[in-house]
C-alpha cells in the first residue's frame, strides 16, 4: 500500500474536519454575542469528519470505481445545507430554520436509507458501510447499555440524586420517551453517522498503524475532544467554563473513544459505533428527566465534576486496554484505502474464477 496516498487523504480529512469547526466556530462566536439560537450550528457540527472522509475518497482513493457514490453525494449535500440552514439563522429570527433542519436530518437519512439499500454489497464492504458480525454487535450494543446505565447511576448515587432517578424512571412517561428515542435512531442517525465514520472508519485505523493500538486511539480522543472546542465554549457552556468544559470533553472522548474504538475493532462493524454513539448522545436525556434536550446547553460545570467523571469514566470504560486483543496489531482495522484494496482483489478473483458454461454435444 503506497502510503503517500493515505497521507494526501489524511491531510484532506484534517484540513475538513477540523478547518470546518474553525471557520463556523467563528461564526458561533458571532452568534453566542448576539444572542442567536445555535442549535443548528451544534448539530451541523457532527456532519464535518465523515463530510471529510467522503470528500478525501472522492478525489484521492485508487479505488474510484468501487465507491458508493450516490451515498457520499446525498451526504455531502446534507451537510451544505445544513451549514446554509445553521448560517442563516445568526440573520433570521424565528424557530422555523430549527424546524427545517430537523426535516433535512430526517429527509436525509431516508435517502441514506435508499442509497444504502440501492448500493451494491461490494461497494458497501469496499467503503466501510457494510455490516456484519451481527450476532456480537447486538451482544455489544447490550454491554454498552449495561455500563451506560452504571455510569449514570453511580454518577446518581455520588451526586446525590439517585432518588431522582428512580422517580424518573418510575413515570410512564419516561419509558415512553425510551421507547421513541430507540426508534427515532432509525430516523435521525446521519449526524451520528457524521462522527462515526470520520472518527472510527477512517481516522482510527490510520492512527493505530502510524502510532500504535493504544497510542492511535489515544490521539484519536484527545482529537475529537479538542474537536468539540466551538460547542464548549459557545453551545455546551458559556466562554467563562469554556476551558473547564474542554477538558472534560477530553476525558469523555478519550474513555468513551477506548470503548467504541474497541467494539469496532472487536466488529469491524461501522455501525455499532453510529449506536452507540446515538444511545450515549440520547440517553442522557432519558437519564436526566429532560425530554426537550435544553439542559444540554448552558449548563455549568466545575472542575469537581470533571474529576468525579474521569474516576467513572475511567473505570467503566477504559478496561479495553487491559486486554490482550486490544494490544494485538493482527486485529487492526484496515484503513480505508486498505478496505477498498481488498475488495478489489476480491472482485477481480470472483471474476477470474468464474466459470463459463460451455455447450455440450447431446
Given at each position: 500500500?503506497?502510503?503517500?496516498?493515505?497521507?494526501?487523504?489524511?491531510?484532506?480529512?484534517?484540513?475538513?474536519?477540523?478547518?470546518?469547526?474553525?471557520?463556523?466556530?467563528?461564526?458561533?462566536?458571532?452568534?453566542?454575542?448576539?444572542?442567536?439560537?445555535?442549535?443548528?450550528?451544534?448539530?451541523?457540527?457532527?456532519?464535518?469528519?465523515?463530510?471529510?472522509?467522503?470528500?478525501?475518497?472522492?478525489?484521492?482513493?485508487?479505488?474510484?470505481?468501487?465507491?458508493?457514490?450516490?451515498?457520499?453525494?446525498?451526504?455531502?449535500?446534507?451537510?451544505?445545507?445544513?451549514?446554509?440552514l445553521s448560517l442563516s439563522g445568526l440573520f433570521i429570527?424565528?424557530?422555523?430554520?430549527?424546524?427545517?433542519?430537523?426535516?433535512?436530518?430526517?429527509?436525509?437519512?431516508?435517502?441514506?436509507?435508499?442509497?444504502?439499500?440501492?448500493?451494491?454489497?461490494?461497494?458497501?464492504?469496499?467503503?466501510?458501510?457494510?455490516?456484519?458480525?451481527?450476532?456480537?454487535?447486538?451482544?455489544?450494543?447490550?454491554?454498552?447499555?449495561?455500563?451506560?446505565?452504571?455510569?449514570?447511576?453511580?454518577?446518581?448515587?455520588?451526586?446525590?440524586?439517585?432518588?431522582?432517578?428512580?422517580?424518573?424512571?418510575?413515570?410512564?412517561?419516561?419509558?415512553?420517551?425510551?421507547?421513541?428515542?430507540?426508534?427515532?435512531?432509525?430516523?435521525?442517525?446521519?449526524?451520528?453517522?457524521?462522527e462515526e465514520y470520520g472518527w472510527r472508519y477512517f481516522?482510527?485505523?490510520?492512527?493505530?498503524?502510524?502510532?500504535?493500538?493504544?497510542?492511535?486511539?489515544?490521539?484519536?480522543?484527545?482529537?475529537?475532544?479538542?474537536?468539540?472546542?466551538?460547542?464548549?465554549?459557545?453551545?455546551?457552556?458559556?466562554?467563562?467554563?469554556?476551558?473547564?468544559?474542554?477538558?472534560?470533553?477530553?476525558?469523555?472522548?478519550?474513555?468513551?473513544?477506548?470503548?467504541?474504538?474497541?467494539?469496532?475493532?472487536?466488529?469491524?462493524?461501522?455501525?455499532?459505533?453510529?449506536?452507540?454513539?446515538?444511545?450515549?448522545?440520547?440517553?442522557?436525556?432519558?437519564?436526566?428527566?429532560?425530554?426537550?434536550?435544553?439542559?444540554?446547553?448552558?449548563?455549568?460545570?466545575?472542575?469537581?465534576?470533571?474529576?468525579?467523571?474521569?474516576?467513572?469514566?475511567?473505570?467503566?470504560?477504559?478496561?479495553?486496554?487491559?486486554?490482550?486483543?486490544?494490544r494485538n496489531r493482527r486485529n487492526l482495522n484496515p484503513?480505508?484505502?486498505?478496505?477498498?484494496?481488498?475488495?478489489?482483489?476480491?472482485?477481480?478473483?470472483?471474476?477470474?474464477?468464474?466459470?463459463?458454461?460451455?455447450?455440450?454435444?447431446?
Amino acid at each position: 500500500m503506497d502510503t503517500r496516498i493515505e497521507n494526501r487523504q489524511l491531510k484532506i480529512f484534517l484540513t475538513i474536519a477540523f478547518g470546518l469547526p474553525v471557520i463556523m466556530g467563528l461564526f458561533m462566536w458571532y452568534g453566542y454575542s448576539n444572542d442567536k439560537d445555535l442549535n443548528l450550528f451544534s448539530l451541523t457540527h457532527m456532519y464535518y469528519p465523515a463530510a471529510g472522509a467522503m470528500i478525501a475518497l472522492l478525489t484521492s482513493s485508487q479505488h474510484k470505481k468501487l465507491i458508493p457514490t450516490a451515498f457520499f453525494l446525498i451526504y455531502l449535500i446534507q451537510t451544505v445545507i445544513m451549514m446554509a440552514l445553521s448560517l442563516s439563522g445568526l440573520f433570521i429570527v424565528g424557530d422555523s430554520l430549527v424546524m427545517i433542519g430537523n426535516w433535512v436530518m430526517i429527509v436525509g437519512t431516508i435517502a441514506l436509507w435508499i442509497a444504502f439499500f440501492v448500493t451494491k454489497k461490494d461497494r458497501r464492504a469496499a467503503f466501510g458501510l457494510r455490516g456484519k458480525n451481527w450476532k456480537l454487535t447486538f451482544g455489544l450494543i447490550l454491554l454498552f447499555a449495561a455500563l451506560y446505565t452504571l455510569l449514570m447511576t453511580s454518577s446518581a448515587v455520588l451526586g446525590g440524586t439517585f432518588s431522582a432517578l428512580v422517580e424518573n424512571f418510575s413515570q410512564g412517561q419516561t419509558w415512553l420517551m425510551l421507547f421513541v428515542t430507540l426508534a427515532n435512531y432509525f430516523l435521525v442517525f446521519t449526524p451520528y453517522l457524521g462522527e462515526e465514520y470520520g472518527w472510527r472508519y477512517f481516522l482510527q485505523p490510520i492512527l493505530q498503524k502510524k502510532f500504535g493500538m493504544i497510542k492511535g486511539v489515544l490521539l484519536l480522543g484527545i482529537g475529537w475532544g479538542i474537536w468539540h472546542l466551538p460547542l464548549n465554549f459557545f453551545f455546551y457552556t458559556s466562554p467563562a467554563d469554556g476551558l473547564i468544559s474542554v477538558t472534560n470533553q477530553i476525558v469523555v472522548c478519550i474513555t468513551m473513544g477506548i470503548f467504541i474504538g474497541f467494539v469496532y475493532m472487536k466488529t469491524d462493524n461501522i455501525w455499532i459505533a453510529v449506536v452507540i454513539h446515538y444511545l450515549n448522545n440520547n440517553l442522557s436525556l432519558i437519564f436526566s428527566g429532560d425530554f426537550t434536550g435544553e439542559s444540554m446547553s448552558g449548563y455549568s460545570i466545575g472542575w469537581p465534576d470533571v474529576a468525579l467523571m474521569a474516576i467513572l469514566l475511567t473505570i467503566i470504560y477504559v478496561w479495553p486496554t487491559l486486554t490482550k486483543f486490544f494490544r494485538n496489531r493482527r486485529n487492526l482495522n484496515p484503513t480505508p484505502e486498505e478496505r477498498a484494496a481488498d475488495a478489489t482483489l476480491e472482485s477481480s478473483g470472483e471474476q477470474e474464477n468464474t466459470v463459463v458454461p460451455q455447450p455440450t454435444l447431446r
